[in-house]
């Protein structure tokens, strides 16, 4: 396995861990410059859970969520196998994701998503991007079937779902980043999970990294799914899941094995968290550690404040991952505070509004 490069960080995920990537042929690689988030270290979080907290804000990717480092790897591989089309099923993010790659590659993009469940800046993206967007009256869990047999029955078109091996791979990459720039692995790390292909791809990401003699150890994962849409905790499907939290409104996890083995193997535990906590952690970040992120990025927050409340936060460093950014869904925070009436223009009325705040 060859060092990653200094110079190539920049160049996207596939660029910098060539060597711990399926192949893929130089020209058709396609990329936005994925990979290389911010690990920011978020010290009011620390102080109230009692560990030493990192957020890994994924929000930062091109498209604005993780759902890049897979979709970088997927897409090349689909071009360098001569695909002229992708599908996916998709909350939005993914779908998102799939446009602009789709739209660099100079590939046809089908999304099927739940009608009138997409948060709209996701929904923004996929319109600019060009994709063909349809609608089911459905949810992600009926998309992702539809999807699955599309691809089995149109060779053409490839899937670009996390089902898909190669996004599972491209994803691993965030836990190579993670612990390269603490110089270790964290003795934790906290995420949201929907249809499961994130956990799956850290624990990859990081056994990986221990086999190669990089660490001795691994973290504990500890993921966290909403509790209206919790099949992982409830120990079967969700029929009708709802949650605040659009992203992860996912009632039938395809990785859902991946995920238990995660959780088993590592040490860590798959649990639930309440709308109200996702969304007062996500207040919390925003407000306290200057980090936004979308409602369902804050369910690792939000389950390693219930932990603390608790008292079964984990010791040592813990890394909380935002998977996606505050943007990409305005609705969730506007529903919750509104913009103040206008004031006369003059120095008087805004010192009035000042004082009112420094009082
Ligand atoms: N966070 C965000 C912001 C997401 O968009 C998703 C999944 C997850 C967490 C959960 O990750 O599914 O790998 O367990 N979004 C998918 C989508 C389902 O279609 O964008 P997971």
Not at 1 to 15: F, L, P, T, W
Request: glycine share 10%; charged share 25%; with cysteine.
């Amino acid at each position: 396995m060859s060092i990653e490069r200094e110079s190539d960080r920049r160049g996207g995920v596939i660029a910098a861990w060539r060597g711990w990537l399926p192949e893929i042929p130089d020209e058709a690689v396609v990329t936005l410059g994925e990979g290389e988030t911010p690990l920011v270290p978020a010290p009011r979080l620390s102080e109230r859970v009692g560990a030493e907290v990192y957020l890994k804000f994924e929000g930062a990717n091109p498209t604005g969520s993780f759902k890049d480092r897979g979709m970088t790897v997927a897409m090349s591989r689909a071009k360098a196998a001569g695909r002229e089309a992708c599908v996916c099923a998709s909350t939005g993010n993914t779908a998102a994701s799939a446009a602009a790659y789709a739209g660099r590659a100079g590939m046809a993009c089908f999304v099927v998503v739940p009608a009138g469940k997409i948060a709209s800046g996701k929904s923004v993206q996929i319109l600019a991007h060009g994709a063909r967007i349809i609608q089911i009256e459905g949810n992600f869990d009926a998309a992702l079937a539809i999807c699955r047999r599309l691809a089995q029955e149109v060779e053409e078109i490839a899937l670009v779902n996390s089902v898909n091996p190669d996004r599972i791979e491209g994803q691993k990459t965030a836990a190579f980043e993670i612990a390269r720039a603490l110089g270790r692995v964290p003795d934790a790390l906290a995420l949201p999970v929907g249809n499961a292909g994130n956990i799956t791809a850290y624990w990859k990401g990081f056994v990986e990294w221990r086999e190669a003699g990089r660490a001795e150890k691994t973290p504990r994962m500890l993921g966290f799914q909403a509790a209206g849409a919790a099949p992982l905790v409830l120990g079967h499907d969700v029929e009708n899941p709802e949650t605040v939290a659009s992203a992860i409104r996912i009632g039938s996890p395809a990785s859902r094995e991946g995920a238990l083995a995660a959780a088993r193997e590592s040490g860590g535990s798959i649990e639930s968290v309440t709308d109200e906590e996702i969304l007062s952690a996500q207040n919390l970040v925003a407000r306290e550690e200057g980090v936004f992120c979308e409602p369902a990025s804050a369910a690792g927050v939000a389950g390693l404040l219930k932990l603390a409340r608790e008292g079964r936060a984990p010791e040592g460093t813990v890394v909380c991952v935002l998977t996606g950014h505050g943007l990409k869904d305005p609705q969730a925070v506007v529903e919750r505070a509104r913009l103040p009436e206008p004031v006369a223009a003059s120095f008087e009325a805004v010192v009035r509004r000042v004082g009112r705040v420094l009082a």
